[in-house]
């Protein structure tokens, strides 16, 4: 193992097809290279939180006007990823889990190691594996109490891979004493061990970047993208990626997070959920601005329907994917009939509103 990086967590039989010394390698010197940054962009974020708790006002930036102003374009959608009406979500693990996702007739499956993945060291191996089974075309598994087999169709949605954000650290990996970065680790792992098998089946590394808040965080996550592709040997652009909206800082610079990224971006995502989390967190020293019952503000609410409004104006502008998000409704089978029926009526009119505004497809 790499002198300089130690794994704490517990090791079992497979994990080191992942982290192998090679890979391990490859996750150090994206720490090294671009760690120090990731942390100082950290420090501007609560800079920016202490001038708003000062009376600072969120707005689009003048420094920034020329990107907003000029005529330009993101660069090229990959084939596969033209037709996203429906994108299911939902982590690596279980395996079982991410096989029916796959087959579940969506046409992109994002798995997720950020907000549906409790990060323990076993589950980030696992999901890891699961990932790179199935990209192999070697995944399949029998549920021992209902003796059900399940293994991939022939054709699956296609897959998108959402790393953690920035400011989220992997505690079971150290370089020199120091935390790696969450975003490093997942994405990093997921690019070196598949990359060129998703090349080779006709598709392509593909990310769903999560939390940003502002366009030099992209630029960050730009420069790491385009390090890993030289290292890895591929074409510059290779990798594509889809930024979540989800905090109230970025919404102000959705252009700027376009044009940063703009040689790997093919859209952007409304992510409601956090975005409205985002607004609370970042105004709660604010005395003017105040918020109802959450459960009474959703996406027909003015400031949340124009936030999604723009985000699609904006993508369309640029020649990118406006994402719609995902309609916060529980349908069980245990539940009575009344409570189903009401559940997607409700899913119905939310996904109506997005076709409406002009959304390219949305979340289940």
């Known amino acids: 193992m790499t002198k300089s990086i130690k794994i704490k967590g517990h090791i079992l039989s497979r994990y080191s097809e992942i982290i192998s010394d090679e890979s ?12 120090e940054k990731r942390l100082e962009l950290l420090k501007e974020r609560k800079k920016r939180q202490s001038s708003i708790d000062n009376g600072a006002k969120l707005n689009f930036l003048e420094e920034t006007k020329k990107i907003r102003d000029s005529d330009w374009k993101v660069k090229n959608i990959p084939k596969d990823l033209l037709k996203r009406q429906v994108e299911i979500t939902g982590p690596p693990v279980p395996k079982k ?19 549906s993945l409790t990060p323990t060291f076993e589950n980030l191996m696992q999901g890891q594996l699961n990932i790179k089974d199935a990209v ?27 790393p953690r954000g920035l400011h989220l650290e992997e505690k079971n990996a150290t370089i020199d004493g120091k935390r790696i970065s969450g975003t490093f680790f997942d994405l990093g792992l997921s690019l070196f061990h598949n990359a060129k098998k998703l090349i080779l089946n006709g598709s392509g590394p593909y990310f769903y970047l999560p939390k940003l808040e502002h366009y030099l965080e992209c630029r960050l996550l730009n420069d790491v993208i385009s390090f890993c592709e030289k290292k890895l040997g591929l074409e510059i652009g290779t990798v594509k990626v889809t930024v979540l909206i989800e905090t109230i800082n970025a919404v102000f610079q959705m252009d700027e997070f376009l044009w940063e990224l703009r040689d790997h971006i093919v859209g952007l995502n409304a992510g409601r959920w956090d975005y409205l989390f985002s607004y609370q967190k970042v105004y709660r020293n604010t005395e003017k601005v105040i918020l109802p019952d959450r459960s009474k503000v959703n996406m027909f609410v003015p400031f949340m329907s124009n936030y999604n ?37 409700g899913v119905k009119k939310d996904k109506e509103r997005e076709l409406n505004q002009g ?4 979340w289940v």
């Open 359 to 362: 959304n390219d497809g949305a």
């Open 136 to 162: 192999n075309k070697k995944i399949d598994f029998i549920d021992e109490k209902s003796g059900k087999e399940y293994k991939l169709n022939n054709n699956t949605a296609v897959l998108i891979v959402r």
């Open 97 to 115: 889990m991410l096989i029916s996702a796959l087959n579940s007739g969506a046409d992109c499956y994002m798995t997720d190691f950020e907000d």
């Open 309 to 345: 409004k723009l985000l699609v104006d904006t993508c369309h502008k640029r020649g990118a994917f406006g994402m719609g998000g995902m309609s916060a409704q529980v349908i069980a089978k245990a539940n009575p009939k009344e409570i189903n029926e009401k559940a997607l009526a």
């Open 24 to 35: 391990l390698h490859f996750i150090k010197e994206i720490h090294e290279k671009f760690n």
